[in-house]
């Protein structure tokens, strides 16, 4: 079976064990954060609530639970108390969250994903 790569964006087998280094852009002490008992409780927590589907694919139509990730809408290194917050984080599959980084995707719109995911529990 073969799967697309979250590092390098080539197609490998799923035994495959990349060797690309991700690019992460944290200082020290987010990466201490995220590397915390309690963000990974409620990075599990806010895919259960997303039912393990892309927030932005599902508004779409579109069922992806493959390479999901939960993205802060108002980043960490602006307000690290925005950590574990429910109304600020949202799970979204690596196309979109690499577009909600680079700014494509509005924070207005993911706040307001986030807002119904929470309301609708």
Partial sequence: MYKACSRCGKVHSK?????????????????????????????????????????????????TFDNLEVHHIVKLKDDKTKLLDDYNLICL???????????KISA???????RKRENDV
């Avoid at 806010?46 to 932005?56: I, P, T």
């Avoid at 599959?93 to 700014?103: N, P, W, Y």
């Avoid at 207005?108 to 986030?114: G, K, S």
């Fill in 15 to 63: 035994n495959y064990k990349c060797s690309v280094k991700r690019k992460y852009n944290y200082n020290n002490e987010e990466r201490k954060l995220r590397n915390t008992n309690k963000w990974h409780k409620k990075s599990i927590q806010v895919r259960e609530k997303s039912r393990w589907l892309c927030a932005v694919c599902f508004e779409e139509g579109i069922y």
């Fill in 93 to 103: 599959c690596s196309m979109h969250h690499k577009l909600a980084d680079e700014g």
């Fill in 108 to 114: 207005e719109h993911l706040l307001e994903l986030a």
